[in-house]
C-alpha cells in the first residue's frame, strides 16, 4: 500500500484542519490505520488511530476531544480532523498502517505532511 497525505499548512491556534490521506492498493480496507507526527527535534508519536473495520478509534492524550480520525473505505482514504489547534500541534503529520493490538506502525511511510500552528 502506497500511501500520500495532505492538506497540512499554516493555521493559527484556535483554527482547524483537515487532512486526508490516499492509499494506493485494493487491500486498503483489511488495514487498521494511523495518523503519526513528528515535531522538530521528536520522534514520530501516533495520535490517533482506526480500526479496519471503522468501528473503533484510538486517541492519544495530547489530542483528545480535538482530533477525530475517520475512513472510508470506497475512496481508500483515512481522514484526520483537527481543531482547536495548539502551537505544540506543528509538525510533519503522516498516515500509516497500525498492528492495532500493539498499536505500533507496520510497513512503509509515505509522504508527509506539514501542520503549522502560530500562536
Known amino acids: 500500500v502506497q500511501l500520500q497525505a495532505s492538506g497540512g499548512g499554516l493555521v493559527q491556534a484556535g483554527g482547524s484542519l483537515r487532512l486526508s490521506c490516499a492509499a494506493s492498493?485494493?487491500?486498503?480496507?483489511?488495514?487498521?490505520m494511523g495518523w503519526f507526527r513528528q515535531a522538530p527535534g521528536k520522534g514520530r508519536e501516533l495520535v490517533a488511530a482506526?480500526?479496519?473495520?471503522?468501528?473503533?478509534?484510538y486517541y492519544a492524550d495530547s489530542v483528545k476531544g480535538r482530533f477525530t480520525i475517520s475512513r472510508d473505505n470506497t475512496k481508500n482514504t483515512v481522514y484526520l480532523e483537527m481543531n482547536s489547534l495548539k502551537p505544540e500541534d506543528t509538525a510533519v503529520y503522516y498516515c500509516?498502517?497500525?498492528?492495532?493490538?500493539?498499536?505500533?506502525?507496520?510497513?512503509?511511510w509515505g509522504k508527509g505532511t506539514l501542520v503549522t500552528v502560530s500562536s
Open positions: 500509516g498502517s497500525v498492528y492495532w493490538a500493539t498499536m505500533t506502525h507496520v510497513g512503509s
Open positions: 492498493g485494493r487491500t486498503f480496507s483489511m488495514y487498521s
Open positions: 482506526i480500526h479496519s473495520s471503522g468501528g473503533r478509534t
